[in-house]
Nanobody, 125 residues
């Protein structure tokens, strides 16, 4: 497993932006990576994922508002979140070591075993 350190969460008004960072400590070759979020009492859901070549996918609820990116040399990934809504309020988690499978409909991301500690994002109305 890889140690992942997240940062960038916080409180923002609706319509605002936040940028989450996920840095891998002491490891290289992270494979595909993803950002998940978890609402109270719910299971984690995939928000966005990116493969090692920069190919990405997004949940329908965040398409056009969120952008996932990565820098392989720095072992870091980001989630830029724009036009935030109160319903985006959740704990966000970074995931690494996942599997990316291209298919006719685009791609599937299967979570890896490495998780960040989670960072709270709160969007006020």
């Amino acid at each position: 497993q890889v140690q992942l350190v997240e940062s960038g969460g916080g409180l923002v008004q609706a319509g605002g932006s936040l940028r989450l960072s996920c840095a891998a400590i002491g490891s290289y070759g992270l494979g595909a990576m993803g950002w998940y979020r978890q609402f109270p009492g719910k299971q984690r859901e995939l928000v966005a994922a990116i493969n090692s070549r920069g190919g990405s996918k997004y949940a329908d609820s965040v398409k056009g508002r969120f952008t996932i990116s990565r820098d392989n040399a720095r072992s870091t990934a980001w989630l830029q979140m724009n036009s935030l809504k109160p319903e985006d309020t959740a704990v966000y988690y970074c995931n690494a070591g996942g599997i990316w499978e291209a298919n006719a409909g685009g791609a599937d991301y299967f979570e890896g075993s490495s998780w960040g500690q989670g960072t709270q994002v709160t969007v006020s109305s």
